[in-house]
């Protein structure tokens, strides 16, 4: 689940790990993440290194707090640092502006 200050949105991730040696030519265990936030779904690169699991995954949640929209052609990605806990995963999200809207960097 993803809380937001002004919603709650659950997530499902789905972990591939990659082939044989990719992971290691990559200096960690690398992989394929597919994931269910909310009714949408997508997919993206994911890493397990030092005990943290960082996904990155194209998108946006439409909170209150969102700078920009999200759909087809967005150039928007959600970005996870999840450790390890018993009963699941915690960690952070975040989220960057698109570069075409000024507010990146």
Known sequence: MVRTPDLAVPLAFTIE????GAAAAAGADS???RAAIGPRAAAG?????????????PGDLASADSTGPDGPGSDRHLEWYLVPRPGGLMGTMTTRPSPASGLDG
């Open 17 to 20: 790990a990659a082939p044989n």
């Open 31 to 33: 992989g394929a993440v």
């Open 45 to 57: 690169p994911a890493h397990f290194q030092d005990g943290v699991l960082s996904v990155r995954l």
